[in-house]
């Protein structure tokens, strides 16, 4: 399985900038509160979905 570390990346920084201004401008959170927010939603995710195509490879590997 290959991973696209530019693409995850990018996923990431895209995640991060969006969390801040959710986080900044709608939830009220001032400070470490939003950083710590937006960093979470912007490991969190794009983890969630390496680990959602890594078992999707696995399952696809093993059948074919």
């Known amino acids: 399985m290959k991973i696209d570390f530019l693409k995850v990346f990018i996923k990431s920084t895209i995640l991060f900038v969006l ?17 710590i927010y937006a960093l979470s939603l912007a490991i969190s ?5 390496l680990g959602i195509d890594y078992i999707k490879y696995c399952l696809r590997e093993k059948h074919v």
Not at 20 to 25: L, M, N, Q, S
Not at 45 to 49: D, E, N, R, T
């Open 45 to 49: 995710i794009p983890l969630a979905s």
């Open 19 to 35: 969390a801040v201004v959710i986080a900044d401008k709608f939830l009220d959170y001032t400070g470490i509160k939003t950083i």
